[in-house]
């Protein structure tokens, strides 16, 4: 069974950065894309960054492109995001996103993704 933990989030200064993992406890999928997403209050849950199944393709969102990093390890079912220079719109839920057993390809839409992490709250004050 999958089962997606994550860690880091926090309070985090503006103009500091952040480091979120996430793994795949259950170790069902060794070979699917995953993905980084985030919700702020009152807004639509949307893609931050995503990598597909062997790491080689990776995506950013415009908001954070040139300041992230998404890697993974693909023995492990784990990913990494690293966010730098954080800013106060960067305040958000961040949800991890494992794409269900065949599904190799990055996906940007939230429907492409079978299983959610419970979410880890960063807050950058302004």
């Known amino acids: 069974q999958v089962r997606l933990v994550e860690f880091g989030g926090g309070l985090v200064q503006a103009g500091d950065s952040v480091s979120l993992s996430c793994t795949d406890s259950?170790?069902?999928?060794?070979?699917?894309?995953m993905g980084w997403f985030r919700q702020a209050p009152g807004k639509e849950r949307e893609c931050v960054a995503a990598?597909?199944?062997?790491?080689?393709?990776?995506y950013y969102a415009n908001p954070v492109k040139g300041r992230s990093t998404i890697t993974r390890d693909a023995d492990e079912n784990t990913v990494v995001l690293q966010i730098d220079n954080l800013k106060p719109e960067d305040t958000a839920v961040y949800y991890c996103?494992?794409?269900?057993?065949?599904?190799?390809?990055?996906?940007?839409?939230?429907?492409?993704?079978?299983?959610w992490g419970q979410g880890t709250q960063i807050t950058v004050p302004s």
């Open positions: 990598i597909n199944w062997s790491g080689s393709t990776t």
């Open positions: 259950g170790r069902t999928f060794s070979n699917t894309a």
């Open positions: 996103a494992l794409r269900a057993s065949g599904g190799l390809a990055l996906a940007t839409e939230k429907t492409m993704y079978a299983y």
